[in-house]
């Protein structure tokens, strides 16, 4: 079979068409679409997590693997395994819940406390009584008649998408339905009586993390996760907004790749609570000032050059149908307000989520990720102060060999002792990678026992460290016992690409300290947020280098505390007026602009001589 | 060449594609389109007025008409009758001012008043200063800032469409740029010095009649008509709305069609008036209840059924975005309310504009069309009164065999004398059809004539009465005097279709008054409004049983009041106030309920047998 044929895929029930090449695993090609299956072998045909159930079209027959796992009835009745089985023509599929990856390990502190619901979308149930010859008023006012009769809500009015929907939903459900009215708009209307949902999002750079929300309780319902579509076109932001600008319809398609993958992720929440999309009525996105700017297709030349000026720093309410949202057909999203073209929502998010702008101490937030957010609250001060470092998706287990997402068979804790390496997995499972938290420690460790260097180079002379493909490198699971049947290795350009990311969060902290005059002993807490969930050890990142010695800091991990300030604004009037406050009281500091930068850069990226070995 | 053969036509300067085969003429293919070229003779060859600039592509020959009336430079230079030439490939023709109809006649009576302009955008001129690094406002707040510093304009914002066009504007305007502000919204921004703009338009079933408003002064600066393009999908309201219901797409198909045609009017105006789109920045557009509903794609079988309920009645703003119409990023539609299933917008508008929610007289407000709305103003009362008669389009001209619109050549006066035909035609052309007028003033002559009877029957005794291709008919202009190079003559069946037409408008008219106890006496004014424009001779009207006898009734003809009231509203936030109040205070009669309407509609139909012959 030629190889440049492909097959269109049809994922069920979550209705997902993904393209399929004869030569790639259909576990593959879902996951090149966003699609992940679950799997702690990673695609190897040895765990039998990726199952999926044939509906229609011809496969390529099961392997060995498949044969040793499934059972004959099981074959029978078309289950396959995902990672074994290629297309030989178009296919329907089932995807069974269980083979779907609903999110990575929630990454979400227990700290961060909990806020009462006031939502701008509520619901108002009505059984209104049909139209004859002698009461022919329309539709939208028999509604809004009935709105003011049983709820004395007055002057409530419609846009058109809505109106559209009003008189087959009345007339095919006995005129009882539910309306869901924001301040005076009807947004959407439904069937019977429902609840009314909303959907909080972090469009991070590299991944994006979103929560189904019950407005009138708060009450998550549901999470999802998928990598940002757009690393197709550039895994930083500058290359992404280098991109648009080389392309006449760039911004396009950069804008509909992450409205697609939103919509898949609305479509996964939906399958998983049983619920319909017209139910959810509101939403809230965060993400830097580029993500946002390229989700609402704003123009963003203006970003990538000096002075790095956004379109828009004001905070959004957007039409859901002009994201082509798959929402209530009035639902509106709103993005809130960013700090500076590289200090976004998502930071201001994350401010909120940690009362940052509460504190009566002196506290630093870092959120990080491919760029690193920092803020620094003074007591007394009527402002914050941010920053913003190009940090890379090291800690998000990009650009390293052997990196993944915190998901199953994710390295997480590594001790490397004299006799050989401690480690702990995610759910215990063989080791199939490292996330977040594995590598700081593996880097940690490795420093710590000798075997890099101060400069990060690895001690060649020693008989632990290895010599691979991509020169020295340290084993830290050999291929017998992990769970892809390959080594699980850190090598010298993964050490590299560690300390480009520590060298630039490093040199933010310190520039913003001295830009505001606050020694270092005056931080008496931070806050970390960000890729490495709540599982990172600090004392690994200080040894490391990955923090400064702040001698009398409190460390506070409180993982993706920007989804959780989504998720605030999302349901609450009060916490978007706070996000309104926080982005006008808080000052940027651009960090190219210092003239030390470069050199903080450089000393960033050494390991800390004054180590406890 | 094959007659399947299509070719693309591009009409410069109006940036109009249309579509030619090889055996239609240029002028043809345009009319299709919607592109009237002026023209006297029709489209023969004769007149010398469709003249076209053939810019590229392949064409037939000159004829002998051309070589006759073009000179050989003419010729050499491209020059061409639109109505001579033939595609042989795709073309791009350029079209000159004077060959484009720019509008019919205008039908505006002076004694309509002015009123006073209030309007909702506002232009505010500005001169910014660029950002630095040390100033890096994003572009929305340094409009925004200006606006506040220099116009004290406070929270002013802008939704994702104006947004996106700031960076650009603003950079390569060297900052100095006038702001559209709608209340506190920016609906857009152009460079330099400009005028805000408006488009009031009258969406008829029929035609379309559009203006160009000054918004700041109210003035007029063009006019432009179009027939509805929907027409190919049904000539009256109940066909299209079938239609709809029929096919799935329907809706989409007749909201697309109907939106090109506004726009292909907003390029013709912009051309006139030498202005760019991003200037209009306000629309107000009327129609009916169904072609609003089409035009903006709301549901519309509960509107073909009884009990005929609006699926929405009250007013909308809608973005033009939604709409597709090209105009400021950020601009709105009003569309008014409506009364009733089958009193819509333009009736309001037709309300508002001839002040009859305002009058101390007993008064009739008739807007004659493809439906003919009426209203009933009596003193004192708090609501006024109104129905709707379908009356189909004879007197616009359609459904007559040479039925026209109110253009150069069309009989516009008739009477029928001892030895011949004393006839006025527009602009003193050679006759090629009857508007309106002249179809009202043909058939009461007809009768006072003797040459129809009561029931309308032609009197084929009668040596002037001829016998043509549909049986029965009189010639009004004999070819050799037409400017058609055809005999203009009306028939039985044309006959037919004006009673039809009268019937329904007499019955409704006397329905109304014994609905609402009004004795025929009580009336003492009549405004008619509408198809004939300001051009009927009411004595004919009243003889050929259009109107009852309203023994005291004063007539006023007030052309397309429809057209003035959408622009009043255009213009005047107390105009909306008024419609709105005027919707509110109407009530709508059901005509096809009265158990009489069946037998008023068959003796309105009949001639008065009173008349002074």
Known sequence: MPNNTSFQVQLQPIGKRVTATPDVSLFEAARESGIDLTSACGG??????????????????????????????????????????????????????ESLITGQRLQIASDLREIEPDPLVRAYSLKLTPPTLEDIRPDLTRVVDGLAEAYDLQSVFAGTAVSRTLPTILRENDWQVTVFVRDREIVGMVAGEKRPLGFAVDLGTTKIAAYLVDLATGEDLASAGAPNPQIGYGEDVISRLNHVHRNPNGGQVLAQKVRETLNDLLHELAYETNITLDQVVDACIVGNTAMTHLLLQLPVRQLATAPYVAAVGSSLSVAAAELELEMAPGATVYIPPCIGGYVGADHVAMILACDLDLESKTSLGVDIGTNTEIALRKPGAAFLSSASCASGPAFEGAHVSDGMRAASGAIEKVRITESGVDLTTIDDMPAVGLCGSGIVDATAELYRSGLINNRGRFAKENVRVGNGRFGAEFCLVPAANSGSNRDVIITQKDVNEIQLAKGAIHAGLQILLEATDTPAEEVEEVIVAGAFGSFLNIKNAIAMGLFPELPNAQYRQVGNAAVIGAKWMLISREARRRAEKIAHNTNYNELTTYPKFGRKFALGMLFPETINK
Chains 1, 2 share one sequence.
């Open 44 to 97: 190897e045909g040895s765990c039998g997590q990726c199952r999926i159930v044939l509906l229609s079209g011809e496969v390529t027959p099961p392997n060995l693997d498949e044969e040793f796992i499934l059972s004959e009835l099981e074959l029978q009745q078309g289950e396959r395994l995902a990672c074994c089985t290629f297309a030989r023509s178009d296919l329907t599929v089932h995807v069974p819940r």
